[in-house]
């Protein structure tokens, strides 16, 4: 099992450039999560998805959007890159929402 | 509003003396408290899940504790391969997701 897996692993952005990340996970888990992760800032919840088809703002979504269309993976957007979105990008998944989560390798990304 | 504040934020100690990290917390219900290992450059790889007051979990040098208002991980003889950052997170009865202190980064001196 690859567990979870993360796409691109590092990404240069300019200002007002579009991008999506791609997360995937082969556990068969139904919730999935990205986080951002910033010096000083903690794990802090981007968006979540309780199942396929559906989606949920987090802690911090402005700026972002996301999609999951099948069970195993779940696409984080930016649709207008801004250098306030510099920083690691984690996506997690877990069977349920009280069971612990698995974190995929990370994607960090810098905006120009 | 959930908090989880950790303590220190950094700790330096000599390779086999042993000590312990804190998580204190203020939610309003505690489903379950999580603790994380994350190493520079990768993901949160799970340690330990705790879901009642006095529940104690142990794992190789690693033992986590609970109480009603924070949790402990003692760490007992350290050794180098120990060093990382140690993030503690908290789910409140009712939500979804998680809320994550901002870690402790433990260095073990050889």
């Known amino acids: 099992n690859a567990g979870v897996t993360q796409t691109p692993k590092f990404r240069v952005l300019k200002t007002g450039q579009s991008m999506t990340l791609l997360c995937a996970q082969d556990?068969?888990?139904?919730?999935m999560y990205w986080y951002r992760q910033d010096p000083g800032m903690g794990l802090r919840l981007i968006h979540y998805?309780?199942?396929?088809?559906?989606?949920a703002k987090g802690e911090v979504p402005d700026g972002y959007n996301v999609s999951r269309l099948k069970k195993q993976n779940f696409l984080l957007g930016l649709e207008s890159a801004a250098p306030s979105q510099t920083s690691v990008y984690f996506c997690?998944?877990?069977?349920?929402?009280?069971?612990?989560?698995?974190f995929g390798p990370g994607t960090r990304l810098t905006v120009l | 509003e959930d908090q989880v504040t950790q303590s220190p934020e950094a700790l330096r100690l000599q390779e086999g003396e042993s000590s312990s990290l804190n998580c204190s917390y203020t939610?309003?219900?505690?489903?379950?408290l999580f603790w994380y290992r994350q190493d520079p450059g990768k993901g949160p790889e799970f340690l330990f899940t705790?879901?009642?007051a006095g529940e104690e979990k142990e794992k190789e040098r690693l033992k986590a504790t609970l109480t009603k208002k924070e949790s402990f991980l003692h760490i007992t003889a350290p050794k180098p391969e120990d060093s990382a950052t140690y993030l503690c997170?908290?789910?409140?009865?009712?939500?979804?997701?998680?809320?994550f202190g901002q870690g402790t980064r433990l260095t073990i001196n050889p």
């Open positions: 997170a908290v789910q409140t009865q009712g939500a979804q997701k998680l809320v």
């Open positions: 705790l879901y009642s």
């Open positions: 556990m068969n888990h139904e919730y």
């Open positions: 998805s309780v199942g396929e088809g559906t989606t």
């Open positions: 997690a998944s877990s069977f349920y929402s009280y069971n612990e989560q698995f």
């Open positions: 939610v309003s219900g505690l489903r379950g």
